[in-house]
């Protein structure tokens, strides 16, 4: 049939469309070579004219299975697999006089951390804490956002000043409590700007010994805990805010409270379900220090009416 339509075409005075043979067993030059054999074909025939090829029940088929061939995955050897970057450990050393001397001498270890530097996954610059040694709350963050980085200090940006108003409405000051984060460098990303991610569990467990020696320097009567992701790396939990919080925890011996993080209210802003919720954990932290609580400061988003 292809023989008569060339001729008709001749006949009809139309151009040729010259029609390649096809390879001997195409079926089994398909399925048993790679593609690169199939294109290199192709092109040939392309080279000397042709612009179609005739594909007979067999080559189809040949076709069909290649195509499935090609879209099943192919297992990689364990050993061809990237390997991750070891963990490296160590232990943070608290050593000096007192407590300004002893957090002096954690930020100087963090400086060039081992365990974070050896990720490879964290941007250079180190954010240590801020706040009170002596201070009867601890506050802990997952890890320094693009603000933070800048500053070289924590909760300086919009969730800084959320946390500086909660604080307020506590009756304390930024300065009466000590702030710090699990990660002490802010989490990297490709061609990074003033975008942030959370860390990852490898850079929690990496940065978890100097949290845990500040923890032992500072010696709170209680600790806070921002968010899912550093209940996660510093308490062990999981699951969400909402299981997590309204209960207390217990780290290194302390209780501990996990809350929703400053940013999280950022963004439900509208939501006053989310508020009372945090303040609910404020307040409860008040009454196990023994702080006074107003009416006025028991009534805070609650619904009116």
Same mark, same amino acid.
């Given at each position: 049939?292809?023989?008569?339509?060339?001729?008709?075409?001749?006949?009809?005075?139309?151009?040729?469309?010259?029609?390649?043979?096809? *390879?001997p067993?195409?079926? /089994?030059?398909v399925?048993? #070579?790679?593609?690169?054999?199939?294109?290199?074909?192709?092109?040939?025939?392309?080279a000397?004219?042709?612009?179609?090829?005739?594909?007979?029940?067999?080559?189809?088929?040949?076709?069909?299975?290649?195509?499935?061939? +090609?879209?099943?995955?192919?297992? !990689?050897?364990?050993?061809e697999?990237?390997?991750?970057?070891?963990? !490296?450990?160590?232990?943070?050393?608290?050593?000096?006089?007192?407590?300004?001397?002893?957090l002096?001498?954690?930020?100087?270890?963090? /400086?060039?951390?081992?365990?974070?530097?050896?990720?490879?996954?964290?941007? /250079?610059?180190?954010?240590?804490a801020?706040?009170n040694?002596?201070?009867?709350?601890?506050? !802990?963050?997952?890890?320094?956002?693009?603000?933070?980085?800048?500053?070289?200090?924590?909760?300086?940006?919009?969730?800084?000043?959320?946390?500086?108003?909660?604080?307020?409405?506590?009756?304390?000051?930024?300065?009466?409590?000590?702030?710090?984060?699990?990660?002490k460098?802010? *989490?990297?990303?490709?061609?990074?700007?003033?975008?942030? #991610?959370?860390?990852?569990?490898?850079?929690? %467990?990496?940065?978890?010994?100097?949290?845990?020696?500040?923890?032992?320097?500072?010696?709170?009567?209680?600790?806070?805990?921002?968010?899912? %992701?550093?209940?996660?790396?510093?308490?062990?939990? /999981?699951? %969400? !805010?909402?299981?997590?919080?309204?209960?207390?925890h217990?780290?290194?011996?302390?209780?501990?409270?996990? %809350?929703?993080?400053?940013?999280?209210?950022?963004?439900?802003?509208?939501?006053?379900?989310?508020?009372?919720?945090?303040?609910?954990? +404020?307040?409860?932290?008040m009454?196990?220090?023994?702080m006074?609580?107003?009416?006025?400061q028991?009534?805070?988003?609650?619904?009116?009416?």
């Open positions: 049939m292809g023989s008569e339509r060339r001729r008709q075409g001749r006949k009809e005075g139309k151009s040729e469309a010259v029609v390649a043979s096809p *390879p067993r195409l079926y /089994e030059w399925v048993t #070579r790679s593609v690169d054999s199939l294109i290199d074909f192709l092109q040939a025939e392309q000397r004219g042709r612009s179609h090829v005739f594909l007979d029940e067999s080559a189809r088929e040949g076709l069909r299975e290649l195509y499935i061939r +090609m879209r099943k995955p192919v297992a !990689v050897p364990a050993a697999a990237p390997a991750a970057a070891p963990l !490296v450990k160590q232990d943070a050393v608290v050593s000096g006089s007192g407590k300004s001397e002893q002096a001498g954690l930020r100087k270890q963090a /400086e060039s951390w081992a365990p974070a530097r050896a990720l490879g996954t964290l941007r /250079e610059k180190m954010v240590f801020t706040g040694p002596d201070a009867e709350i601890m506050l !802990v963050g997952e890890a320094p956002g693009y603000n933070e980085e800048k500053e070289g200090e924590p909760f300086v940006g919009p969730a800084g000043q959320k946390l500086n108003d909660i604080l307020k409405a506590m009756g304390l000051r930024r300065e009466d409590v000590y702030i710090s984060n699990l990660v460098f802010r *989490p990297s990303l490709p061609k990074q700007t003033t975008n942030n #991610r959370k860390p990852s569990p490898e850079e929690m %467990t990496a940065c978890l010994p100097l949290v845990i020696a500040e923890i032992s320097v500072v010696q709170p009567k209680l600790i806070i805990a921002l968010g899912g %992701t550093t209940a996660e790396g510093l308490l062990g939990l /999981e699951g %969400t !805010v909402g299981s997590m919080r309204g209960k207390w217990e780290l290194s011996g302390l209780p501990a409270r996990v %809350t929703y993080h400053p940013s999280y209210l950022l963004q439900n802003s509208g939501s006053n379900d989310v508020k009372r919720a945090l303040w609910e954990d +404020m307040l409860a932290t009454e196990k220090l023994g006074p609580i107003s009416e006025k028991r009534g805070f988003f609650l619904p009116k009416g």
